[in-house]
């Protein structure tokens, strides 16, 4: 049974298949694999710039951390040594206050020697406060210097940059506190070879030395003294 359907303008008849033939719509693959292709290109190009971006950030915060584990060694050398002698002033003002005590407390009839006993406990509170101010000045002092250091730090990337884009300058650290200073791009007809130096940056006085066979050499090449 067919089934037909009429109108006053249109004749449409169900069996007929062209008639009820509808195009079926096309996806742009080929623009697509086009974009996906670009994207992915560039995506990969981002990750290897980032890459060597994050292995330069790594080196200069690796000389930033190392100078300043060194200053801060120092800084608390120093503030161990202030504390040490304002426990010492602290624990003489303490045996001071309690003889006098004892003493004013035998001789209260003794009123001169009271006075004086405790004119000389004031004077070690005096001397105690004038310790402490000391302290407090010596430690902006040195809050001071550390903040001078982190600047001549920031100075001195530029320069740094320099040295490793011109010399391709390497530092490697060889074990705790001993810094291998290595460049190539110096020799012309061997551009590949490599020059080296070590310092060893474990005390406040550093040193310079040459680094061969996993030890370093008893002859020091230079000898810094820095603040």
Do not use: C
């Not at 801060?72 to 050398?77: F, G, M, N, P």
């Not at 003794?110 to 310790?131: C, F, G, P, T």
């Amino acid at each position: 049974m067919s089934l037909n359907i009429y109108s006053e303008n249109n004749n449409i008849d169900s069996t007929n298949t062209d008639t009820l033939n509808i195009p079926k719509p096309k996806f742009p693959y080929e623009a697509y694999t086009e974009a996906k292709n670009i994207f992915f290109t560039n995506f990969e190009n981002w990750i290897e710039k980032k890459k060597v971006g994050i292995e330069e950030g790594k080196q200069l915060h690796l000389k930033a951390a190392l100078e300043d584990r060194a200053q801060k060694t120092q800084i608390l050398k120093q503030m161990e040594i202030y504390e040490k002698k304002e426990m010492e002033y602290s624990k003489n003002i303490e045996i001071e206050r309690n003889e006098a005590e004892n003493l004013a407390n035998q001789l209260s009839e003794k009123k001169k020697l009271k006075i004086n006993l405790l004119s000389k406990r004031d004077e070690l509170i005096l001397m105690k406060k004038e310790l402490e101010k000391k302290l407090s000045k010596k430690k902006e002092e040195l809050s001071y210097k550390r903040m001078e250091k982190e600047e001549q730090i920031k100075k001195n990337i530029p320069e740094l940059n320099f040295y490793e884009n011109t010399l391709a300058m390497k530092i490697t650290v060889l074990k705790e506190n001993i810094l291998e200073f290595g460049f190539t791009n110096i020799n012309k007809e061997i551009v590949s070879k490599k020059y080296s130096f070590v310092i060893d940056v474990s005390n406040k006085n550093y040193k310079v030395f040459i680094y061969k066979n996993n030890l370093l050499t008893k002859n020091v090449i230079r000898y810094y003294i820095y603040d």
